[in-house]
Nanobody
């Protein structure tokens, strides 16, 4: 299984970025999917999740600015990030969890089965 995240970069506060995660070795339609991020010196934190059944969850500090979506036909997960702030600076990781497993907690990184290598997002103020 591979999760290839892309789309990160250096932008200014207020700009937008679109992150993509291409999955191979699995069919994402059977998986819950999520984005997490980790800033230097900080713990990894939940950003957004899109469940196998179509429910969507966001961290409070990205609600209204970020949009998570998935394309099961293309086996991809996307995170549209608008109105970026300096505090959004982090490495962003996409993650997947088998949708048939019980006990799913969308905001817990350890709940996911696989993660990608991460893509760096840097927002200058």
């Amino acid at each position: 299984v591979q999760l290839q995240a892309s789309g990160g970069g250096l932008v200014q506060a207020g700009d937008s970025l679109r992150l993509s995660c291409a999955a191979s070795g699995l069919t994402v339609s059977g998986y819950h999917m999520g984005w997490f991020r980790q800033a230097p010196g900080k713990d990894r934190e939940f950003v957004a999740a899109h469940t196998r059944g179509g429910r969507i969850y966001y961290a409070d500090d990205v609600k209204g600015r970020f949009t998570i979506s998935r394309d099961n036909a293309k086996n991809t997960l996307t995170l549209q990030m608008n109105s970026l702030k300096s505090e959004d600076t982090a490495v962003y990781y996409c993650t997947v969890r088998n949708g048939l497993r019980v006990g799913y907690e969308y905001s817990v990184f350890g709940n996911y089965d696989y993660r990608g290598q991460g893509t760096q997002v840097t927002v200058s103020s």
